[in-house]
């Protein structure tokens, strides 16, 4: 990356922030609903969270919880939203919001399987130009430089940008979709489980990538994932979902010290290169039926120290927990541990 | 890559064929009117039904007109009417097609329906319905048939565009804010057109066969014009004494009909081929349809000295055919031993060689590949010397596979009932109840709730855990002393990942069955497997007790792969260790150790020389300089950055650090 020109895009984006307050991504109270009347789907019912410039927010939970969806909302690819998706301030939830504040510009998104994000039919340099022809207002000569600088960034200068998808292996993709993620310049990427289909060697490198990258340009990433040491690794704060809603939201001592039941068994399961744990209690059952979630507590048809175990607790069953507000509340559950407790 | 799959279709030589007797129809059809009419119109009442002849080639019909004139005459007619058929079909059905895939979903669906209805007519029924409609003659054929094709071009360019339009890459370009017409010329037609131009192709050799039935019919092309179809049926009239007239135009219409089949294959074909690459994806998703039924119980074991194992592989390599005529060899020389109630964790980068050992193991690998082992013994018996049928019975009960993908191993059309009993009602001989019950006791085992109303279940009604776990009921119901689970856990969460982890202990503990279990995440081989097994470039390179090797990894390789993992007490300041380069593709395949490209440590004897497996100890390793037991701190080839050796994030409670 040539000094003028990055230092040029500096300024360019000091501009560009100066128009907003700085608060990066917010979703207030966030809905989703797959189609309509008795089928109707709330794959996300209700979600407050916040990823600050700069930070890592990463969303983990079992398939199904409604991870992708919120990824989805925000980009604009989810069908009927409720609730607000504010970008720097800006309400951006609904088409005619996002085109005033440059939506599409500013928030970008990575796919978990390189190999069906990339349009098999155009080369490198074809799907890095189009960005860039989309959004920067490069001349043809000047959008050629970018495009090599862009691909100098995820370290695959020199690799042919003439060459088809098929040409390259998984994390080569994932580092081509990476740069055209960032051909735009976003200030907020939208990182679905991309290092999920790589082998651990790849995903290491592609993590330290997305690192690099954001100590560089101060991005803010919305990491989602299903690999706890993954979020823990990567993220600031995490905030684990489950059918829907968030449950728990927390930075580090999430891992060391969790508060909702769900979330200490997502580690318990975890596999790790520690000595087996023999005695981990496996959690009961699969995940409800998501048309149909349980009332109160939706984690109660699971729930270790819930009413499935613990007769007298039947305001699991009767009343909802409060909600999770990143600001404030950290925990959904009616019976969190009065100190944080050890693992 | 334009120009190679170009090649590779022009190359084949179904195309060469096809092209050739399409050159020759079309330039029949060009000066076949002008050189052949008259002949074919001159009628000689003398000459009426004649047999071959010299002057005759096909003989004559009734009125004496010559055969083979008329069938060359009448082929521009056939094939342009048969051409205008297709472009009629392609014209109203990919359109009609392309919008049901843009309507909102309610439209879409009810589009869908319809197309759906006019489907299941046989597209000739339909055809002479609306030839009864339109009134007899070539246009109405031609109307009739192009009609009767549209339903199925429309429901091909739905499907096609409906799955282009929910790819990930046109979710990424929307994110980009493409625009509709952009999108639709970059990213859906490059992508759909391959395949409707196949379907096109193949259209019409059908298109073709089905006006000359409509000629013959005499609905379609009516005298004194002529077609295929007509001079078939004037021909078949006289079948018995002259044969030869319907015999050449029927050969006419085959050969046509044939040359377009052809051409369609080998372009679908050629569209497909990567050029020769052995694709993991493609192997395992070969593999995964050949499950072993369950069979009979297995042949006793023969006598031998050395103590039983569940499995035994000599001098295991597996082949190619590689570009070019070449061969290459995924696996290459793997020695394996499973114990009896032993479990062994095999790991390794995709295109390791670790599921081709697998299925190689159990006799698996997918033609074209081929196997060549030294020795290969399953629960104690010779496979190699076995009768095929002994073998068939041994991999039903003996031995056990599982996949990662339930969905492509469980039949999606056949409630579980089904798949569950009915080979053990053949097999076993027992009755429908007994088998029932079995079933029931076997997904119990698998801590599925309510099995007996599971069993009226499709697999589609389930999760993805669950169909899983369904899979190693299925593959256990027969008592197997080997079970081979090809990362059954990778596609799962962690909750459902940790529960099978679970049931294969208790499964191993209670029935003291043996397990391989392949994976890329060490940490599910740690935390189920005695053993531990590190493939790379075909060829194991450490294998030793897990824990060891977790703890004190001695081959570069294995201490850069174990550096990557990160885990719950990863440093997070630091960045992760990576390995700098890719896994060596089996078509260039380096001369010494595999691993040399990418290994710091690597010296002209590792570049030259493959370092072979040699026990140490507990371990056997493949490395002419391994790391050593006093080497801590030192940084093992390969790693991307001098920080992985810094002891911050590595540290693992309750073992040693973990060397880097
Ligand atoms: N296009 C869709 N139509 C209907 N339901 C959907 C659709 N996409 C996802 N769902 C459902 O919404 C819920 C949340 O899904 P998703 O956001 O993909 O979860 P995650 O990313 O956490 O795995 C699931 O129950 C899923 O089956
Ligand atoms: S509210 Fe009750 S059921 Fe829900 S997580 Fe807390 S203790 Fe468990
Ligand atoms: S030291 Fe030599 S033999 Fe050992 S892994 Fe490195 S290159 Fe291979
Ligand atoms: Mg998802």
């Given at each position: ?343 | ?48 039904r ?10 004559t019909d009734v009125l004496?007109r010559?055969v083979?004139?008329r069938i060359?005459?009448s ?140 000629s013959y019919?005499g609905?379609?092309?009516?005298p004194?014009?002529y077609d295929w179809g007509r001079v078939l049926g004037e021909g078949l009239q006289d079948i018995?004494?002259t044969?030869?007239v319907a015999?050449?135009a ?411």
């Amino acid at each position: 990356m040539t000094n003028t020109s990055s230092a040029e895009r500096a300024d360019a984006r000091h501009d560009r922030q100066s128009a907003d307050d700085g608060s990066g991504l917010v979703l207030a109270d966030l809905r989703v609903t797959y189609g309509a009347g008795a089928t109707a789907l709330r794959a996300v019912d209700g979600v407050d969270l916040s990823v600050p410039r700069g930070s890592t927010l990463a969303l983990v939970g079992e398939s199904g919880c409604g991870k992708s969806t919120i990824a989805k909302a925000i980009v604009g690819l989810a069908p009927s939203v409720g609730g607000q998706i504010l970008l720097g301030g800006m309400d951006v939830t609904t088409e005619r919001g996002r085109s005033a504040a440059h939506f599409r510009r500013r928030v970008q998104m990575i796919f978990q399987d390189p190999y069906s994000s990339l349009n098999p039919r155009m080369t490198v340099a074809a799907t890095l130009d189009e960005a860039l022809a989309l959004h920067t207002g490069l001349n043809r000569v000047d959008r050629r430089a970018r495009a090599a600088e862009l691909l100098d960034l995820v370290a695959m200068s020199g690799t042919g940008a003439d060459k088809y998808p098929a040409e390259f292996s998984g994390g080569q993709r994932q580092r081509i979709a990476i740069a055209r993620a960032l051909a735009t310049d976003p200030e907020v990427v939208i990182a679905d489980e991309i290092t999920s289909a790589l082998d651990v060697s790849v995903q290491a490198s592609i993590l330290n990538l997305m690192r690099e990258i954001q100590a560089r340009t101060g991005v803010a990433v919305l990491l989602i994932t299903h690999n706890l040491a993954v979020a823990r690794y990567f993220s600031h704060r995490t905030a684990v979902m489950y059918l829907g809603r968030i449950v728990e939201n927390g930075d580090e001592s999430l891992y060391t010290a969790p508060r909702h039941p769900y979330t200490r068994a997502l580690l318990d399961a975890s596999p790790s290169l520690a000595a087996h744990r023999e005695d981990r209690v496996p959690l009961a059952g699969d995940l409800p039926d998501p048309h149909d979630p349980p009332s109160g507590c939706r984690f109660r048809s699971r729930c270790p120290v819930g009413p499935l175990t613990h007769q007298d607790r039947t305001v699991c069953i009767d009343r909802e927990p409060p909600v999770v507000d990143p600001a404030g509340l950290a925990v959904a559950c009616h019976f969190p541990p009065e100190q944080p407790a050890g693992r | 890559m334009a120009s190679r799959r170009l090649r590779a279709i022009v190359g084949a030589p179904g195309t060469v064929v096809g092209l050739v007797i399409l050159a020759i129809v079309v330039v029949v059809a060009i000066i076949g009117p002008a050189v052949w009419q008259d002949r074919a119109m001159t009628m000689n009442v003398m000459e009426a039904r004649q047999g071959i002849s010299a002057s005759h080639w096909l003989g004559t019909d009734v009125l004496g007109r010559d055969v083979l004139a008329r069938i060359l005459a009448s082929t521009r007619t056939s094939l342009l009417l048969a051409l205008a058929a297709v472009l009629l079909g392609s014209a109203i059905g990919f359109p009609l097609g392309a919008v049901a895939g843009l309507l909102p979903p309610r439209g879409r669906r009810l589009v869908g329906r319809g197309i759906g209805i006019a489907l299941a007519f046989p597209g000739i029924v339909t055809a002479l319905f609306i030839c009864t409609v339109i009134g007899i003659g070539a246009f109405g054929g031609v109307l009739a048939i192009g009609l009767a094709m549209a339903p199925g071009f429309a429901r091909l360019a739905q499907t096609l565009g409906t799955a282009v339009a929910g790819s990930d890459y046109v979710a990424a370009a929307r994110v980009l804010g493409v625009r509709r017409g952009a999108l639709l010329r970059r990213y859906v037609l490059p992508n759909i057109a391959e395949p409707l131009l196949i379907t096109v192709t193949m259209a019409a050799s059908d298109a073709l066969i089905a006006l000359a039935a409509l000629s013959y019919l005499g609905l379609g092309v009516q005298p004194p014009s002529y077609d295929w179809g007509r001079v078939l049926g004037e021909g078949l009239q006289d079948i018995y004494t002259t044969p030869a007239v319907a015999l050449g135009a029927g050969a006419a219409i085959v050969l046509t009909g044939l040359a377009f089949n052809l051409l369609g294959e080998s372009m679908a074909h050629g569209f497909d081929s990567r050029a020769g690459s052995v694709s993991a994806r493609a192997l395992r998703r070969m593999g995964r349809s050949l499950l072993p039924g369950r069979g009979l119980p297995a042949a006793p074991p023969e006598p031998d000295g050395e103590p039983r194992v569940a499995l035994r592989l000599e001098d295991l390599s597996v082949y190619f055919p590689g570009p070019d005529g070449t061969l290459v060899q995924p696996v290459r020389g793997v020695n394996l031993t499973v114990g009896e109630g032993e479990m062994v964790g095999i790991v390794g980068e995709s295109g390791s060689g670790k599921s081709l050992t697998a299925l190689a193991a159990a006799g698996l690998v997918p033609y074209p590949g081929q196997v060549r082992v030294q020795r290969r013994e399953i629960a104690g018996s010779d496979v190699a010397t076995m009768h095929p049928e002994q073998l068939r019975k041994l991999l039903g009960t003996d031995l056990a596979m599982v996949f990662q993908d339930p969905m492509t191993s469980l039949n999606p059309a056949l409630r579980l009932r089904r798949q569950l009993t009915e080979k053990l009602e053949v097999h076993e001989g027992i009755t429908r109840a007994e088998a029932t019950e079995r079933a029931i006791l076997a997904l119990t085992d698998m801590r599925i709730t309510a099995a007996r109303r599971r069993l009226d279940q499709f697999p589609h009604e389930m999760s993805g855990g669950m169909r899983q776990r369904i899979m190693i009921a299925m593959g256990l119901m027969g008592s197997p002393s080997l079970l081979i689970a090809d990362e059954p856990t990778t596609a799962l969460d962690v909750t459902v990942q940790a529960q099978i982890i679970d049931l294969l202990r208790a499964l191993n503990a209670e029935h003291g069955t043996a397990v391989v279990l392949i994976s890329h995440d060490v940490s599910v081989i740690n935390e189920l497997c005695h053993r531990m097994v590190v493939m790379y470039g075909g060829r194991i390179v450490e294998q030793g007790p897990t824990a060891e090797v977790i703890a004190a990894p001695r081959h570069p390789y294995t201490a850069a792969l174990l550096a990557a993992v990160p885990t719950l007490q990863t440093g997070r300041e630091e960045p992760l260790a990576s390995i700098p380069g890719q896994p060596p593709s089996p078509t260039a395949m380096p001369a010494g150790c595999p691993f040399a490209p990418r290994c710091a440590a690597a010296d002209a004897t590792c570049r030259q020389e493959m370092p072979p497996l040699i026990p140490d100890g507990q371990r056997d390793l493949a490395c002419w300089h391994p790391l050593s037991e006093s080497d801590e701190g030192r940084a093992p080839g390969g790693l991307a950055s001098p920080r992985v050796g810094s002891p911050a994030g590595r540290s693992i409670p309750g073992t040693r650090r973990v060397r880097t």
